[in-house]
């Protein structure tokens, strides 16, 4: 089994920082890759940043590209996500995901998902 757990959301002003944390339980973390989801009210489920099993390959989403960065630390079994230059359309309940495969799709099929924790962004 494996339990994710995000924390590090909030209220932040447009042109912002964050940085979102995810820790995880389990004997394998450090073999999973990792994601983070987001999901706005109404909208569906979107991937917005994805990190292989080591750390040494990296996916965003166009339209965090250059103002988010995924990280990892499997020593603590720790996922992060920096959030620079944030705009009110980031506003949404952010997941942690991992996935039992190396190099997974990064799509909704993720193996194991946290509850999320809520970022919003004001104009």
């Known amino acids: 089994q494996v339990q994710l757990e995000e924390s590090g959301g909030g209220l932040v002003q447009a042109g912002g920082s964050l940085k979102l944390s995810c820790a995880a339980s389990?004997?394998?973390?450090?073999?999973?890759?990792m994601g983070w989801f987001r999901q706005a009210p109404g909208k569906e489920r979107e991937f917005v940043a994805g990190i292989s099993w080591n750390g040494g390959i990296t996916y965003y989403s166009d339209s965090v590209k250059g103002r988010f960065t995924i990280s990892r630390n499997n020593a603590k079994k720790t996922v992060f996500l920096q959030m620079n230059s944030l705009k009110p359309e980031d506003t949404a309940s952010y997941y942690c995901?991992?996935?039992?495969?190396?190099?997974?799709?990064?799509?909704?099929?993720?193996?194991?998902w946290g509850k999320g924790t809520l970022v919003t962004v004001s104009s």
């Open positions: 389990g004997r394998s973390f450090s073999s999973y890759a």
């Open positions: 995901a991992a996935d039992e495969r190396p190099f997974p799709p990064f799509s909704g099929g993720m193996d194991y």
